[in-house]
């Protein structure tokens, strides 16, 4: 408009543009091309009204100027995206953990795949990719998700598993060069689970492995295997299934398993999202795992959070926590949370308006040395 009807010429029609968009802060350069456009407008013969108005026009879609090309882009693209999340969930949700890509972590991603009917598994020598692969509604983990793997082990696995798979633990270690390091990280990501050798003995078996003097190099498997090295009889190593959400924590940066089977509290006894409508104006407690919050500034300087939970049967609710609420009871990240508030409604969604919360307590790790195993509680599914 610009340099058609203004006649300014195509740079000065940039400026102009840039200085719409908010990117050029110059108001006496702005200035002079407004100058330049009315002058510009007398010039041609323009009647001032007319002038005035295109002006005005110009001015106003400056509020939000978003090119036509984009719009319709990014229309096809939210149509498509629709499209494969409403009838193929699970792949949509591969690609999007693959992709890293949208607003929230990859934990979230896959709970969301969870909650179409998806098997979630970690990463598992014989059956993981690089990256997540999909198998029917069996999501596998792909290595890349693990912290502190090195990407020499995983090429290394995955061009040794192409010409033959892993039959155990002893073949896996004959054939790929990797050190103790990267051996006990496989292990505790429970890489080995499907070859039927728990999780300690291995990691017994991996020290006299990768300390013996006179361990053999790594070699491709022979046609009619190898021999196995010496058994040894190991004392009875017990095993608790939360050790395995606490592996998984650090390693891949969230547990499998839902986290409120990590939690002391019993929540089962406590409002879900399903209900809340039935409880509208009623204070009621419920526990939430937080999944993301918005923190924003009230007109009169407060501060005041929008939070976003899921509940312990995987579906999500909103809450409000106002300046009173948020300084006596703020946010402590990640985790399960226990909420005291009223249920409120607005054109038929609810939310909960917290009058206090509490990051609620986990379970300790039973392979901590300051806990007996005895008192440890289990976790189930």
């Avoid at 949509?92 to 992709?99: G, H, L, R």
Wanted: with cysteine; glycine share 6%.
């Amino acid at each position: 408009m610009a340099h058609g009807f203004a006649e300014l010429t195509l740079a000065e029609a940039d400026i102009l543009r840039r200085a719409m968009s908010g990117k050029f802060r110059s108001r006496i350069e702005f200035q002079k091309l407004v100058d330049k456009w009315f002058a510009n407008c007398e010039r041609l013969a323009y009647s001032e009204e007319l002038a005035k108005e295109v002006w005005r026009q110009i001015e106003s879609f400056s509020g939000y100027s978003f090119s036509k090309a984009h719009s319709a882009s990014f229309a096809v693209e939210s149509y498509q995206s629709l499209y494969l999340k409403t009838y193929f969930p699970l792949e949509f949700m591969v690609a999007v953990i693959n992709n890293f890509g949208g607003f929230y972590s990859t934990e979230f991603y896959i709970h969301e795949a969870r909650r179409y009917g998806a098997i979630i598994e970690a990463p598992e020598i014989n059956e993981s990719e690089y990256l997540t692969r999909i198998e029917g509604n069996i999501i596998w983990l792909g290595w890349i998700h693990i912290k502190a793997l090195e990407s020499r082990t995983i090429e290394q696995l995955l061009l040794e598993r192409s010409q033959n798979a892993f039959v155990s633990f002893y073949h896996f270690f004959q054939r790929v060069p990797v050190g103790l390091e990267q051996l006990i990280i496989l292990i505790r990501v429970g890489a080995f689970r499907n070859l039927g050798i728990p999780k300690k003995e291995l990691l017994w078996e991996a020290h006299l492995l990768c300390n013996n003097p006179n361990k053999p190099k790594p070699q491709t498997i022979a046609l009619f295997g190898s021999p196995e090295p010496m058994q040894f009889q190991f004392p009875v190593l017990k095993h608790y299934s939360i050790e395995d959400a606490y592996d998984q924590i650090e390693l891949l940066g969230f547990p499998i398993c839902s986290p409120f089977l990590l939690i002391k509290e019993n929540y089962l006894q406590s409002i879900c999202s399903e209900t809340l409508l039935e409880n509208v104006g009623k204070r009621i407690t419920i526990y939430g795992y937080l999944v993301t919050y918005k923190r924003i500034t009230t007109k009169t300087k407060k501060p005041q959070v929008f939070g976003y939970f899921a509940d312990y049967k995987g579906e999500y609710f909103d809450t409000t926590h106002f300046s009173n609420s948020l300084l006596k009871y703020p946010f402590k990240g990640k985790g399960v949370y226990c909420m005291y508030g009223k249920v409120v409604e607005q054109f038929g969604f609810p939310s909960i308006e917290v009058y206090s919360m509490s990051k609620v307590e986990v379970k300790a790790d039973p392979r901590s040395l300051e806990i007996s195993p005895v008192v440890v509680n289990e976790i189930s599914e």
